[in-house]
Nanobody, 124 residues
Framework: QVQLVESGGGSVQAGGSLRLSCAAS????????MGWFRQAPGKEREGVAV????????YYADSVKGRFTISQDNAKKTAYLQMNSLKPEDTAMYYC?????????????????WGQGTQVTVSL
């Protein structure tokens, strides 16, 4: 059973930075996609960024391109999301996801495993 544990959330002012980490355990094959989704109150869960090291591919939501960077350390079985130039609209619960089973990277239903989430709050 794959387990994902997020860390690194918190509260920052607009323009600040945070780095989220997602530590994975319970699997031997590291070549599957990992990603970050977020969900604000009253809104659907949306894809933020996904990395597929086996294919050498990364995907980003338009709203975070140029500000967020996703990376993965296969040796540590950990994915990261570096978030710079944060905006109040980035405020949400951020979830780590793993093992993409469908073609569309930004659909939450296409990921099999999920972390418990970490809160990111950006204030003016």
């Amino acid at each position: 059973q794959v387990q994902l544990v997020e860390s690194g959330g918190g509260s920052v002012q607009a323009g600040g930075s945070l780095r989220l980490s997602c530590a994975a355990s319970g699997y031997t094959n590291s070549h599957f996609c990992m990603g970050w989704f977020r969900q604000a109150p009253g809104k659907e869960r949306e894809g933020v960024a996904v990395i597929c090291t086996g294919a050498g591919a990364t995907y980003y939501a338009d709203s975070v391109k140029g500000r967020f960077t996703i990376s993965q350390d296969n040796a540590k079985k950990t994915a990261y999301l570096q978030m710079n130039s944060l905006k109040p609209e980035d405020t949400a619960m951020y979830y780590c996801a793993a093992y993409k089973t469908g073609a569309t990277w930004y659909k939450a239903s296409n990921f099999r495993y999920w972390g418990q989430g970490t809160q990111v709050t950006v204030s003016l």
